[in-house]
């Protein structure tokens, strides 16, 4: 194929009522409302070159271009009281997605039934209009080219892997994604208590900060917008308190599980632009050697330096690690000017981004 178009499509919608908002808010489900309608999610059409791109990483590139949420293989991570909450907001629930091919006009389709039962029933199809009989679902996959079909099975598989959905201590809602062996957190943590429910303290003045050698977080510019986007910015402290500052089933990467990662996607020279996020939605110019492909989802979130001032919102991306060299901490480093993933040492004050491992 030279040129591939990924078509997501639901209809699912209904009458809007406050409990309805209230019960998709509550499990994490994105939604929008429109003409007294909310809809789970709407058409998405994203067309890629496979001229550049072959195997996973055009799997993973499409992914990335993609809210997580939109794809149908999601599913089989939804856990049983999301499942419920979506049957009980739209009573049926159907999704569907067809990877057509520009070049040859042909297109297939996957498509996703969530049972009453809370099964979930999928079909593969393919007919010589291009159009689903909506009266013809059959159990598994069935096309004469196989290829084609492992190609949408593992596109199912993977985005299934990218939506585990993790909560925190205080109630928000993080995506996963699978990278290699290791599942990831898609966007920096935002808590403001421990595991155990403990307060962490916020500190906004810069003399304060400068001088702690217990757990803080602050917002860059100690402005709450920036929270969220780019999440909170924590001290190395808080990143190590046992009282835990990841949600429950997740840690802190350690030095290690951070070289693990880069070494999986292509060792530090090149990790770093899978990474990041593409674009300059929230990455300045250039933003070298974006793409994403990793689905880790690197925001340029700053730092909140060591004698509390603040600099490179836009610019920078600094994640701690769990460990340190007995008087500074380890952490990993994006930068718009390049693809590296850099890793050093900093001050144990340094306000930086968290990003949670799975246990």
């Not at 997580?68 to 629930?93: I, S």
């Amino acid at each position: 194929m030279s040129s591939v178009k990924l078509i997501i499509n639901s209809e699912i919608s209904t009458d809007y009522s406050k409990d309805n908002e209230k019960l998709l808010k509550k499990f994490g489900i994105p939604y929008k409302i429109s003409n007294d309608k909310i809809f789970f999610i709407s058409m998405n059409e994203v067309e890629f070159s496979t001229r550049e791109m072959a195997g996973n990483e055009f799997v993973f590139d499409m992914l990335s271009d993609i809210p997580k949420y939109h794809l149908g293989g999601n599913f089989a991570n939804f856990t049983d009281d999301v499942k419920k909450a979506l049957l009980e907001v739209f009573e049926e629930f159907h999704l569907g997605f067809r990877l057509y091919d520009s070049y040859s006009g042909e297109g297939d389709y996957l498509n996703y039934i969530l049972n009453n039962d809370l099964t979930i029933k999928y079909s593969f199809e393919r007919d010589e209009e291009g159009y689903v009989d909506e009266n013809e679902y059959e159990d598994g996959y069935e096309n004469e080219d196989e290829d084609e079909v492992a190609e949408l099975i593992s596109i199912a598989e993977i985005s299934s892997e990218n939506n585990i959905i993790v909560p925190d201590i205080d109630g928000d809602i993080y995506n996963g994604v699978q990278i290699g062996t290791q599942f990831w957190t898609t966007k920096n943590l935002n808590v403001s208590n421990y595991r155990n429910g403990d307060e962490i303290p916020q500190v906004q003045d810069a003399a304060e900060w400068a001088v702690l050698t217990t757990g803080a977080w602050c917002y860059y510019e100690n402005k709450e917008e920036n929270g969220i986007t780019y999440g909170k910015l924590y001290n190395w402290f808080a990143v190590n308190d046992h009282r835990g500052l990841a949600p429950e089933g997740f840690h802190i990467p350690s030095d290690e599980e951070w070289n693990c990662l880069t070494e999986y996607l292509g060792g530090e020279n090149v990790a770093g632009g899978k990474m990041k996020e593409k674009g300059k939605v929230h990455w300045v110019e250039p933003n070298k050697k974006a793409n994403n492909t990793s689905g880790f989802t690197g925001l340029p979130g700053g730092e909140c330096n060591y004698n509390g001032t603040f600099w490179c919102l836009g610019e920078i991306g600094k994640w701690w690690s769990s460990s340190d060299d007995e008087t500074e901490g380890m952490s990993i480093i994006l930068n718009s000017d390049n693809g590296i993933a850099l890793v050093y040492y900093f001050d144990k004050t340094s306000g930086f981004s968290v990003r949670c491992l799975k246990d």
